[in-house]
């Protein structure tokens, strides 16, 4: 008696290759998501790094303006007193400053935190000196050299009469000579050390 022909089974086979199809599916997208998730950590810091440069530079160049002004600085009497045209606070400072090429003459420069919105600044505020080298003659322009800054704290080394022994001070008021040092210092610091400068020394009033 004939026997009625079978037909291979390939169910079996076929579960199988299903199966790592779905399987290397699961790896692909896996290895998508990560590779995803790595290009977001790679722009993010890169984007990191260049503000990081881009906030170096900006204090870099705030650093640079400051000790300049303060090296620049001028023993400038006040009228009628004895007195120089400094005042030195220990969370401010005003003085008065020889000019540069794109400002020439005479100026008061004043530093301070001021508030700009839900923020602190660390503020520079200049104004042109009148003829008799007194008054201001402008409205002040203020520039923001850091933003963030919580306090500023400024310390004076020096001897305010000749004849005084030199020590750090808080505050350098009615003095007859400029310190012989400025340190300033920005809370919070990061990024930025303490600032110590000697103010001209060489010029002294008439």
Wanted: glycine share 10%.
């Amino acid at each position: 008696m004939r026997q009625p022909a079978t037909i291979p089974r390939r169910n079996g086979r076929a579960g199988i290759a299903l199966l790592e199809m779905l399987v290397a599916l699961l790896l692909l997208a896996l290895a998508a998501s990560l590779l995803t998730v790595a290009i977001r950590l790679g722009l993010t810091a890169s984007e990191r790094v260049r503000v990081h440069a881009g906030g170096l530079g900006e204090r870099r160049a705030g650093d640079m303006l400051l000790r300049d002004l303060l090296v620049r600085a001028e023993p400038l009497a006040r009228p009628g007193a004895s007195s120089i045209a400094f005042e030195g606070e220990h969370d401010r400072l005003a003085f008065a400053a020889a000019g540069d090429a794109d400002h020439p003459g005479l100026a008061r420069y004043s530093l301070a935190i001021e508030r700009d919105g839900s923020q602190s600044v660390l503020m520079l505020a200049r104004c042109a000196l009148g003829a008799d080298g007194r008054a201001c003659a402008e409205t002040p322009m203020k520039r923001a050299l850091l933003l963030g800054v919580t306090a500023l704290v400024v310390d004076y080394y020096g001897a305010r009469v000749p004849g005084e022994s030199p020590v750090w001070r808080e505050t350098w008021r009615e003095a007859g000579e400029l310190p012989s040092l400025v340190r300033l210092s920005l809370r919070p610091a990061t990024g930025w050390p303490d600032l110590v400068v000697s103010p001209m020394q060489s010029a002294r009033r008439p």
